[in-house]
């Protein structure tokens, strides 16, 4: 049964500047078009995208996927598992819950129906506050002050996040503190790590983790990400949503990731398990020294491997849908997502885990676990 519906907005790992990594999320289910954001790397101009897309009844329409590598376009099965259900655009559901609940929302033009679907976005659950994470997010904001925009937004994050969000971004000096309270229209809020939070407008759990994300350039103190674990409490059904991470090492004082796998483990069952939207930023070519925090297909299905134990099934993690994010589009001469893609299956197979459907993240197109 699917239950999750994934609006993917941006899933680049950067240094190119568009469609940096921004989900948005909504129970499958749902009859109002309220969202809610996981990171905030792109926004609306990657929603006025995907609103001009008209919607395709055919599903097994033949697709090109911008690449700008060996061919400036690839098909999308090369990056895609065969058993995921992926759509490109917005799904037929938000565009319905759209036109019910917007008053001349079908005649309206591009801009104003992408202002009337950003102001669906209640929630952001940031996972850290690095610029590809935030961009989106920060430049739409001065949006909540158009005169239509009756809704407020609130920005979820662990303290890492929200103590740099407001001293180093909305800090009237680097942008506008458009959280002051006389603003009233944004918010910033606390979460904390391992404790459930109850999403605000949908029947969801949600429980962040932090996760180690390298070490600063100039400090050599530790940086930090996190990931969210999105929890249906009707169907029991997860998700699981990551920021950028590198793996547990020697040099660490705590073991975060192994921590979180074993709460994953102990606390949804792998048939509850819907999908992980997991970084692999960079091909196996990459020394561990040039990762900066980050992981490598090695590093990737190490983890998956880890999992794989806890979880002791016959089958592996046959089933699982792995959904790779955050690539860096380095040069190179074939597209470093079809690399990655390709090393990760090679190694999943190697390693016994089972019918394990990885798949590249895609900006512009709607999934559904």
């Known amino acids: ?8 907005l941006g899933a680049n790992g950067g240094p190119s500047e568009y469609g940096t990594q921004s989900f948005i999320l909504r129970p499958v289910r749902a009859e109002s078009p309220a969202l809610i954001a996981v990171d ?3 926004g609306m101009h990657q929603l006025r995208e995907m609103l001009a897309q008209k919607w395709n009844d055919n599903e097994d329409y033949d697709e090109l996927v911008p690449s700008f590598y060996e061919h400036d376009r690839e098909p999308i099965e090369f990056f895609v598992n065969s058993k995921l259900s992926i759509q490109r655009g917005l799904s037929r559901s938000l565009l319905q819950s759209l036109k019910r609940h917007g008053e001349h929302f079908e005649d309206a033009n591009t801009t104003n129906k992408a202002y009337k679907l950003f102001q669906g976005i209640t929630d952001y659950y940031i996972t850290h506050p690095h610029f590809d994470h935030i961009s989106g997010m920060v430049i739409n904001s001065p949006s909540i002050y158009e005169q239509e925009n009756t809704k407020k937004k609130t920005i979820w994050g662990l303290p890492h996040t929200v103590d740099a969000l407001q001293r180093h971004v909305f800090n ?12 009233e229209k944004l918010k910033l809020s606390y979460l904390n790590s391992k404790e459930v939070h109850k999403c605000t407008i949908f ?3 949600v429980v962040p983790f932090k996760v180690h994300h390298g070490i600063g350039v100039k ?11 999105f929890r249906d409490r009707e169907t029991k059904d997860c998700l699981v949503v990551c920021g950028d991470v590198e793996q547990d090492h020697a040099g660490l004082e705590e ?17 509850h398990l819907k999908g992980i939207l997991v970084e692999c930023s960079c091909p196996l070519s990459f020394k561990p020294e040039q990762l900066y925090g980050h992981l490598s297909p090695t590093c990737l299905i190490n983890e998956l491997s880890n999992l794989n134990t806890l979880y002791n099934s016959s089958k592996g993690l046959s089933g699982l849908n792995v959904i790779v994010t955050h690539v860096k589009t380095t040069p ?20 016994n885990l089972g019918d394990l459907r990885i798949s590249i993240a895609l900006e512009g197109h709607t999934l559904f676990l």
Not at 1 to 8: A, G, K, P, S
Not at 222 to 227: A, E, G, I, R
Not at 332 to 351: N, Y
């Open 1 to 8: 049964m699917v239950v999750f519906e994934i609006i993917v």
């Open 40 to 42: 905030g790397g792109a």
């Open 172 to 183: 009237d000096l680097m942008w506008p503190d458009l959280t002051a309270e006389r603003s």
């Open 203 to 205: 029947p969801w759990d």
């Open 219 to 229: 400090t050599g103190a530790p940086v930090y990400s996190t990931f969210y674990i």
């Open 255 to 271: 073991s975060l990731l192994e921590d979180f796998w074993s709460y994953v483990a102990e606390n949804i069952p792998l048939l």
């Open 332 to 351: 190179a001469k074939r597209d470093p997502r079809l690399t990655i893609l390709e090393e990760l299956r090679f190694l999943a197979q190697e390693r």
